[in-house]
């Protein structure tokens, strides 16, 4: 018998969670005007609302906090990190930021002007959010068999190289400063782009002399689902895929909250010194002095040990085991999830398990309500809140997918959890006939309003 996957790791520490009373919950959540990022983390049993910065630091990442130099300039942890990134990665410069959203403030302060196109697969929020914020303009390429939740594509962050070349034949270079790729697509379902795609992108972008930077915050899963699902990859290590995949980049931000295991953090990564010099003005404007940009010492050394962490095979090979686990005992309970499964998170199909909620009352935030009060589970609504209004007609923007995000944070919870959440939703899915009314906006930020916005139950 083939022996099945297990951790490989051992728990040397635990912290409590507290189990509530579906009474409480009902209070909780409309205090929060049923929003689940305004409740508190100890009203919530299991938190799946993400999977960035809520992964378990290991032994060696917290002895390697103890070792961190906190000199202003030039401290020794930049250079281990400097060095971390120059092996895994193969970038020679780069910046450290606070986290992967202010590697973008950076960057597309130094590259992108009003009036730009910005092409890419599905952008994150944030991405978009910055991009937007410079009244630039976020053109989704990404292949159509993405934003249909039954079919099986095994690379359904892909690019579609036709619609790319089409944006990038009918505006002038000049109006786009970058294509970025997003690996793995986060807001598509926590899909991988393939390693074929990312070349003829990366060649397709010289041909019109467009520089292509990788949005990186999965990029280790990335390399995993390259090395379990395309052809000339199995027998090849994870770190020879990530050091293929980032061959056909110029460069990269990076959220480490996510693969490279760490609470907070993130940089960018150069292939170019002129760019690099650029980016430096604005990375002292609004993050720090270049070798520490927003982070202490001791994270840069924490990081530099989780890019080794996050990029072993094992360790991929057990957490994204879990994440089809899930994703498994949905299936065995009918409940219509973004197939194939993700990597870090299970993206449940809100269209389809509450047909009856009309898009303007926002079913996958109705569905991640009504997990909540079942059984005190924390999703994320990936769906018309999340896709905010359109900025020059302020309509709501009706996304092709409405999804319910089940993030897994990573050496967190065990498959006893993950059963925990299966059966609270197959309960909610149980009664989902009975389930009348959706959620209406009563408070909105003008941009990125998911984080604040204030809901009524109708
Ligand atoms: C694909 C992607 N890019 C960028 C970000 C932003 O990173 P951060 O949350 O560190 O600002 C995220 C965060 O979830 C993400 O998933």
Known sequence: MELPFAEPYKMKMVESIRKSSRKEREEWIKTARYNLFNLKSEQVFIDLITDSGTGAMSDKQWSEMMLGDESYAGAS?????KNAIKEILGFDYFLPTHQGRAAENVLFSTMIEAGDIVPGNSHFDTTKGHIEFRNATAVDCTISEAFDTTVEH????????EKLEYVLKSHPVERIPLIIVTVTCNSSGGQPVSMQN????????????VPVFFDSARFAENAYFIKMREPGYATKSIREIVAEMFSYSDGMTMSSKKDAIVNMGGFIGFREETLWKKAQTFNIMFEGFITYGGMSGRDMNALAQGLYEGTEFDYLDSRIKQVAYLGQQLRSYDIPVQMPFGGHAIFVDAKRFLPKIPKEQFPAQTLAVELYLEGGVRGVEIGALLADRDPVTRENRYPKLELLRLAIPRRVYTNNHMNYVAVALGNVYERRNKIHGGVKIINEAPIMRHFTIELERI
């Open 198 to 209: 990312l070349r003829e992108v990366y060649s397709l972008a010289k041909k019109y002399v």
């Open 154 to 161: 095994p690379f359904k962050g892909n690019i579609d190289l």
């Open 77 to 81: 942890s930049y250079y281990k990190l």
